[in-house]
């Protein structure tokens, strides 16, 4: 895009929107956390507080709004001329932080009101994330179990005594016991046609 339409877009032949969005500042942490966004459009009767410039740490109420510079003055803020005549200093919107609300219009507080999009999807997940939560904490901390079963079945099973048992089996059967004691017992069987021989 060229530089020149770029600076028509956003200064001579501005839509309203972006404007706006020029005269727009940053709230304080209490607005913030009460409306749940971080800017607003400054209106007349908002309170503010100058964060940076010449006048840095003064505050006051808006009394008028430059939409050609997206600048504010500030009551009792006014600066004296050579023939002695009281001017308002304008002050740049960047310049500044919204400290109090003006709360007389309904549908600017309508607007502020809003949930944002991006809370509102989080506020869907939310529950999800709790289905899970509790689908997990069902299962006993300790308590393991898998099992496969192909020719042969293997189990296995841990549980919070410390007590672990393995078995195989296939043609012939394997069975290992471990206890907390370190008694150890192995015993294999082997069916050759003949029930109850040992090896």
């Known amino acids: 895009m060229k530089p020149t339409?770029?600076?028509?877009?956003?200064?001579?032949?501005?839509?309203?929107?972006?404007?706006?969005?020029?005269?727009?500042?940053?709230?304080?942490?209490?607005l913030r956390k009460k409306y749940s966004r971080r800017s607003a459009r400054i209106v007349t009767d908002d309170s503010i507080k100058i964060i940076r410039?010449?006048?840095?740490?003064?505050t006051g109420k808006v009394t008028k709004i430059s939409v050609g510079t997206s600048s504010i003055a500030l009551e009792g803020n006014k600066k004296e001329k050579s023939k002695g005549e009281k001017v308002d200093v304008f002050i740049h919107s960047s310049n500044?932080?919204?400290?109090?609300?003006?709360?007389?219009?309904?549908w600017r507080i309508k607007i502020l009101e809003k949930k944002p999009k991006s809370k509102i999807k989080s506020m869907k997940e939310e529950p999800k994330?709790?289905?899970?939560?509790?689908?997990?904490?069902?299962?006993?901390?300790?308590?393991?179990?898998?099992?496969?079963?192909k020719d042969g079945v293997k189990s296995v099973s841990k549980k919070k005594d410390g007590v672990k048992s393995v078995s195989?089996?296939?043609?012939?059967?394997?069975?290992?016991?471990?206890?907390?004691?370190?008694?150890?017992?192995?015993?294999?069987?082997?069916?050759?046609g003949k029930n109850g021989v040992k090896k």
Do not use: M
């Open 53 to 58: 410039g010449e006048y840095k740490g003064l």
């Open 5 to 30: 339409k770029v600076r028509n877009h956003q200064i001579y032949r501005a839509s309203n929107q972006t404007i706006n969005k020029q005269i727009c500042a940053p709230l304080s942490k209490d």
């Open 96 to 106: 500044v932080i919204i400290t109090s609300l003006n709360t007389s219009d309904k």
């Open 168 to 192: 195989k089996k296939k043609d012939g059967v394997k069975s290992v016991s471990k206890k907390k004691d370190g008694v150890k017992s192995v015993s294999k069987k082997k069916n050759n």
């Open 129 to 149: 994330k709790k289905d899970e939560v509790k689908s997990v904490s069902k299962k006993k901390d300790g308590v393991k179990s898998v099992s496969k079963k």
